[in-house]
């Protein structure tokens, strides 16, 4: 059975951190690209970060600079670590996972940046 669960999300305060986990397993991860996107209240999904399988990244411009992904295919896991947080990063955060074949998406962790 294919899961993608994400993990890590919480309350913070503005310039505060948080590092995001999402953990893969039902299929052969270190083969998938994974991304991170966000869904702000009343606003559509947004793509955040992807990660490939040779560890090659990119970054949206509006988080660039403040987050980072990165992968252990040891742990089957992705990581966001998202610092200086600001009040327009409070989001629903999702991991995907996709390949030529296949797309997986988590259920979502929620981060919320308020003082």
């Known amino acids: 059975q294919v899961q993608l669960v994400e993990s890590g999300g919480g309350l913070v305060q503005p310039g505060g951190s948080l590092r995001l986990s999402c953990v893969g397993s039902g299929f052969t991860f270190s083969t998938y690209f994974i991304s991170w996107h966000r869904q702000a209240p009343g606003k559509e999904r947004e793509w955040v970060a992807t990660i490939r399988p040779g560890d090659t990244t990119n970054i949206a411009d509006s988080v660039k600079g403040r987050f980072t992904i990165s992968r252990d295919n040891a742990k089957n896991t992705v990581y966001l670590q998202m610092n200086s947080l600001k009040a327009e990063d409070t989001a629903l955060y999702y991991c995907?996972?996709?390949?030529?074949?296949?797309?997986?998406w988590g259920q979502g962790t929620q981060v919320t940046v308020s003082s």
């Open positions: 995907k996972a996709v390949n030529t074949r296949n797309n997986y």
